[in-house]
């Protein structure tokens, strides 16, 4: 599979758990290609990566950015009912 390829592969499969191993691999494989063509088609991947990971970041869903465990009331003001974090 061709560089451009993989980083659309990446891309395309990114979730909020691999996005940094994947947007890793990914500028690894950009510093990889040969001519500003390549780079150009890539380019359009490597944005949506590096938005994806800022989506995710700022809605605390990476890994690093666990919540804590156990049980948590319920955000209803005067709900009695608990509930827990997934």
Known sequence: MNPVDEIKKLYLQATAATIQRDLTRAVTLLKSLATE???ERAA???DG???MRSE???A???AGARRPAGPVKAARPGSSRITTRR
Do not use: H
Request: no cysteine; hydrophobic share 55%; charged share 25%.
């Open 56 to 58: 995710w970041a700022a």
């Open 44 to 46: 359009v991947f490597m």
């Open 49 to 51: 990566l590096s938005q």
């Open 60 to 62: 605390g869903k990476l």
């Open 37 to 39: 063509e390549e780079r």
